[in-house]
């Protein structure tokens, strides 16, 4: 759901907060999907959240490239949004 409105509106940066505990393993493949997505259509990535913690095992591809940018703060988040504008 989240990679269609990534698709249909391709954003400069598109952030998602990763609160909760991932119950299931299609939960974590769809992030992954989302990050594909993104990279893609040329969209930035963030991840931030208390949980974020969860994602470091599949936070790079098979080439070692970073599938997103992790975000502690909103002012880290603000920085980023600032340097790709």
Known sequence: MLADAVI???PGLFWLN???AFRSK???AEVIK?????RQRGTTFVIGGRHTGE????ATDG???PRW???ESMAQLRRVATAIV
Do not use: F
């Open 69 to 71: 940018i992790v975000c």
């Open 8 to 10: 249909d509106e391709t």
């Open 55 to 58: 994602l470091e095992s599949v």
């Open 34 to 38: 989302l990050a594909e997505v993104a």
């Open 26 to 28: 299609s939960q974590l």
């Open 18 to 20: 990763v609160t909760e």
């Open 63 to 65: 080439e070692g490239k």
